[in-house]
């Protein structure tokens, strides 16, 4: 039978971005410069963030593998329970996936940057950036009991998911020695609802950091030359990082609480130095 896809109303951002800023004369000689600046930047709404409506996109099932004879094997005799199952086409369900009210990510910015006019048409000056990207667009397990009762899918206190300690060998993989830590996992309880159903919005607890402290040596255009050189000090770091399926909201960092154990730290394209020279 030929199926039409409805036609649905998904969801638009309106967003204010406010910057504000100024530069000061420090000495009052025309050659030094203070300047500070907050801004807000909103992402813009990405089709990826909602393609997965799209009865044509592909989707995958799966599963947990038991496998009961300890053959290294799937076979016939192994156990399998359905963990996530891919959806028919003609029962996608906007309500059921994404959060028609979510807002826009956005970053705030932060910089404060001292200038100086050394002659000759060259400045140098050294600036302080701090930005904090929040309300990350992202999937989440929600078991489809809905957006007020999603954390249960990947909360640390979700009653579906149960903590357990271990003893970690470390690096080494030897018992009983010096890089041995305490560590745990999480472990889901038989009384969850089981099947995965992944929902779109923001998630509160999602967050990107970048600082950096620039130092930046600028010789305009004269005498039929120019050069720009600058060296970044930095560090981003948070819990979310910032690659391809990362950025469009489809990572695993909300999937089970299992993704919140040591989540905080550097990101993957973290660069912690820089230099560059162009001339």
Same mark, same amino acid.
């Given at each position: =039978?030929?199926?039409?896809n409805?036609?649905m109303?998904?969801m638009?951002?309106? /967003?204010?971005?406010?910057r504000l800023?100024?530069a !000061?004369?420090?000495?009052?000689? /025309?050659?030094?410069s ?5 801004s807000?930047?909103h ?8 393609s ?9 099932s @799966? ?8 053959n290294?094997?799937? $076979? $016939?005799?192994?156990?399998?329970d359905?963990?996530e199952?891919? %959806? ?22 932060? =910089?404060?940057?001292i200038?100086r ?5 060259l400045t ?5 950036i ?6 990350l ?10 957006l ?5 899918? !990947? ?6 998911w @149960? ?8 690096? $080494? ?5 010096d $890089?041995d830590?305490?560590?745990?996992? !999480?472990a889901?309880? /038989?009384?969850?609802?089981?099947i995965?159903?992944f929902?779109?919005?923001?998630v @509160?607890?999602s ?6 402290? %620039?130092?930046?040596?600028n010789?305009?255009m004269?005498? %039929?030359?120019q050069?720009?050189?600058?060296l ?10 910032g ?12 999937n089970?609480?299992n ?6 730290g ?11 020279? %162009?001339?």
């Open positions: =039978a030929d199926y039409q409805p036609e109303d998904v638009s951002w309106e /967003n204010f971005s406010p800023g100024f !000061y004369d420090l000495f009052g000689d /025309n050659k030094t203070l300047r500070a600046s907050w807000r930047y992402e813009t709404l990405l089709i990826e963030y909602f997965r409506l799209n009865p044509l996109y592909p989707q995958t @799966e599963w947990y593998w038991t496998d009961t004879n300890d290294l094997f799937p $076979d $016939d005799e192994d156990k399998y359905l963990l199952a891919a %959806q028919n086409p003609s029962d996608i369900d906007l309500e059921k996936n994404l959060d028609k009210e979510a807002t826009a990510p956005y970053t705030d910015e932060f =910089a404060l940057g200038e006019d050394l002659g000759n048409d140098t000056g050294l600036i302080f701090y930005r904090h990207n929040r309300n667009f992202e999937n989440f397990n929600d078991y489809g009991l809905g007020n009762e999603a954390w249960k899918g !990947y909360s640390p206190e979700s009653p579906f @149960e903590k357990f300690e271990f003893q970690d060998p470390g690096d $080494d993989g030897v018992f009983g020695t $890089d830590i305490r560590s745990y996992c !999480y889901e309880t /038989n009384d969850s609802p089981g995965r159903n929902y779109y919005s923001n @509160e607890l967050f990107r950091k970048y600082t950096a402290l %620039q130092l930046v040596l010789k305009r004269s005498h %039929q030359w050069m720009l050189a600058s970044v000090w930095s560090k981003a770091w948070g819990n979310v990082n690659s391809f399926e990362e950025s469009m909201g489809d990572s695993n960092a909300f089970t609480p993704s919140f154990i040591y989540a905080d550097r990101l993957d394209y973290d660069r912690p130095l820089i230099i560059k020279i %162009q001339s």
